[in-house]
């Protein structure tokens, strides 16, 4: 049976999730090393093999092994860190300042003492220099190669790392940039290169100088995490398929991930609306929101059918055009800090108390309130069995932190603060849900709740209580949830050439050879990674518009309607798209439509682990009753004693009734009085309002032929 282990880098923990078909996925964890993040890698892999029947060493098990999937946050950490290269720029002259203006419109309306982000490249290494190509890509003035070299030599002298190229209209002709590429080639071999044309080959000169500088701040960086894994992993004997995680939610082979880095500044959190989908599918729904919550942040994304893709992402206010999921990400997390604003109202987060000193519950000499510590004293963790019972939690530190720091100055009892803390951070976990839904035309009570991240499902019922939201679904590797996905997951490469044209005055020959060349432009690139042709798919996408309206929109646009040239569908389609987004088409008035860029996602299917089946074993859950104990319920705003289960005893049809607590190793499920919980045929728990037996009925679905 093929083994293949999905591998999720964090700042505090490695995650391992180790899957053979039809075989029960086994979980992993290993601290992370930030400063050589492989060695992380390698040490849990010797945990993994040591875990086998019977143990075996490294040298072993590693030949093994026949696919990793890697996801990493070292290009993230980067970027937020302000650690890349040392990098330059050259660019058109007079146009040096782009990364700096941006567009021109201030983030913060009505902030006076806003202060704008600072550019990846410093003034004096943004160089312009002549040459000046027009839309159409006609020359207009020749390339100066006399100041290309100049501004090459000064790179030189000031030990630049790291050199981005990006021409105005260089979309149109890529014929100055490649000819300022050689020569950097030819002066700087051992620069990382970074060219616009070939990276984000579109319209909108500050999306594509700021996506193309951003590629050179990381790349070097990625470039030599990539050589360490890559050694590490041949010295332990492995000879299987690597594949790194992208932002798009595919996988690439390391050598492309190389050349484009910017494609993996999502790579950690990209496995998860991936993994959403496959559970959600086990209750017959093609929709979810994923959400992922860990000791520092809390992530949100949305999936119909296939995860939401954007085309106009940030990373740290830099922005970024290549296509990412849409993922919202909050400081709010497991050692999120509580604290007391100037007006007196309390907040939670963004501050985090990190993993060292941590939360003042962890004993290691932390002293400010967090979110777990509120969990301590609300009865949703159990000090003795934190970890599985690998690390004892201080449960009067926890309660002294909430004292000293809120209860006393707000004149509340200890519990009540805690209480309090608990409501807003769920409140804030809500409303970065409604960024990524209801800001983007989705109605979340549509939708399940695909809850990850180990301190995730002790949140998520008065999360799914403030959207109104009917359902939830707890994996059994939710505290793993991104690495499981990263399994889930097929080869994607994505590509955009503009094209801008009224869709009444289509030029369809013109546009059908760019179409057909971006595919060509896939297969190659599928060629190379050995995928066979009938399991190659090509998405065709329009980014289209209004006339004289400012913004695009994106939606998918069927070949088979590009084949038969029928611009009434094409239209139909961005109407429709339009008026999910913003409430509005401009069908009816008949306003011509106008198409920007064309864009082309080739999609490579890998063989995926075949996730078993349970057996059922019906309804009573009393076999996995562990204990009775005090814990708060939001609804009564009460404690209360409810029943205590063992996660990993409950089974397929197990009906666990709320308010419940569910343990497992590595997550702890808070069901409240408003929810009943059943486990499904996945093992995961569905948790859904009392009375809708709908839910309960489709989590049951093939039970007698599984019986």
């Known amino acids: 049976m093929a083994l293949k282990i999905g591998i999720d880098v964090g700042g505090t923990f490695t995650d391992f999730v180790v899957t053979r078909d039809g075989a029960e996925p086994a979980i992993f964890k290993t601290l992370s090393t930030p400063r050589d993040p492989s060695i992380a890698v390698v040490e849990g892999l010797e945990l993994i093999a040591a875990a086998q029947e019977p143990a075996q060493t490294l040298a072993q098990f590693a030949p093994t092994i026949d696919t990793i999937v890697h996801g990493t946050t070292v290009t993230t950490n980067a ?99 490649a000819e300022a590429a050689r020569l950097v080639k030819e002066l700087l071999p051992d620069a990382y290169l970074s060219v616009s044309s070939e990276l984000l ?136 800090i509580g604290w007391i604003d100037s007006g007196g109202l309390l907040r939670v987060g963004p501050q985090s108390a990190g993993a060292d000193p941590g939360p003042a519950c962890y004993g290691k000499g932390g002293e400010l309130p967090t979110t777990t510590d509120a969990n301590v004293v609300l009865g949703y963790l159990e000090p003795g069995f934190f970890a599985g019972g690998k690390m004892q939690l201080d449960a009067r530190a926890a309660r002294d932190a909430v004292a000293r720091h809120i209860a006393g100055p707000m004149g509340l009892s200890v519990e009540d603060a805690a209480a309090g803390m608990y409501r807003v951070a769920c409140n804030n976990m809500a409303q970065a849900i409604r960024e990524v839904t209801i800001k983007r035309g989705f109605d979340p009570r549509e939708f399940a709740l695909v809850t990850g991240g180990g ?82 798919e090509h998405r065709i996408s329009f980014d289209c518009r209004y006339v004289k309206q400012y913004h695009e929109v994106s939606y998918t646009v069927p070949r088979a309607d590009l084949l038969a040239r029928d611009a009434a569908a094409i239209a139909s389609g961005f109407h429709a798209e339009h008026n999910r987004l913003y409430g509005y088409s401009l069908e009816q008035e008949g306003s011509p439509v106008e198409v920007i860029n064309v864009r082309v996602q080739s999609i490579g299917r890998v063989s995926k682990p075949k996730y078993r089946k349970d057996a059922y074993a019906g309804a009573d859950p009393s076999a996995a009753k562990k204990s009775t104990r005090s814990a708060y319920m939001p609804g009564s705003r009460q404690f209360v004693d409810v029943t205590v289960y063992d996660g990993h005893a409950l089974r397929f049809g197990n009906r666990v009734p709320g308010p419940a607590i569910i343990e497992q190793q590595t997550t702890t499920i808070v069901v409240t009085e408003s929810f009943d919980c059943t486990v499904d045929a996945l093992g995961s728990f569905a948790i859904y309002r009392k009375g809708r037996t709908d839910l309960v009925a489709a989590c049951l679905r093939g039970e007698e032929a599984l019986a």
Request: charged share 20%; hydrophobic share 40%; aromatic share 6%.
């Open 79 to 177: 970027t937020l860190t302000h650690t890349g290269a040392k990098s330059a720029l050259i660019t058109t002259e007079g146009v040096r300042d782009a990364l700096e203006m941006r567009r021109g419109i201030r983030e913060e309306q009505y902030n006076n003492r806003f202060t704008n982000v600072t550019p990846l490249v410093p003034r004096y290494l943004r160089v312009g220099v002549p040459g000046r190509l027009d839309r159409g890509g006609r020359e207009v003035q020749p390339l100066d190669t006399a100041a290309v070299r100049a501004a090459i030599e000064l790179f030189r002298t000031e030990g630049v790392q790291a050199v981005s190229i990006c021409f105005m209209n260089s979309f149109a002709n890529e014929a100055h940039e």
């Open 201 to 336: 080959p579109s319209i909108r000169f500050y999306e594509r100088v700021s996506t193309t500088a951003l590629n050179s701040y990381v790349g070097p960086k990625l470039n030599h995490y990539l050589d360490q894994l890559v050694g590490r992993l041949h010295g332990t004997g492995f000879t299987g398929l690597l594949l790194i995680m992208q932002s798009n939610g595919g996988v690439i082979a390391p050598e492309l991930a190389r050349k484009k880095a910017a494609l993996t500044l999502l790579s950690g959190p990209a496995g998860g609306p991936g993994a959403g989908l496959f559970y959600a599918a086990a209750h017959e729904r093609d929709r979810c929101i994923t959400t992922d919550m860990g000791g520092t942040s809390f992530e949100a994304s949305v999936a119909v059918g296939a995860p939401l893709l954007v085309n106009d992402g940030e990373i740290a206010r830099h922005k970024i055009a290549l296509p990412m999921l849409d993922i919202h990400t909050i400081g709010a997390g497991g050692g999120s």
């Open 455 to 536: 301190a995730g499902p002790i949140h998520s019922c008065l999360i799914s209580e403030e959207l109104e939201m009917p359902m939830q679904l707890v994996p059994r590797e939710s505290s793993v949830l991104c690495a499981f996905g990263m399994l889930m997951t097929d080869l994607k490469h994505d590509f955009v050439r503009t094209f801008v044209s009224r869709l009444e005055t289509l030029d369809w020959t013109a546009l059908g050879e760019m179409v057909d060349a971006m595919i060509a432009e896939g297969d190659r690139q599928l060629d190379a990674e050995r995928i066979s042709g009938e399991r190659r």
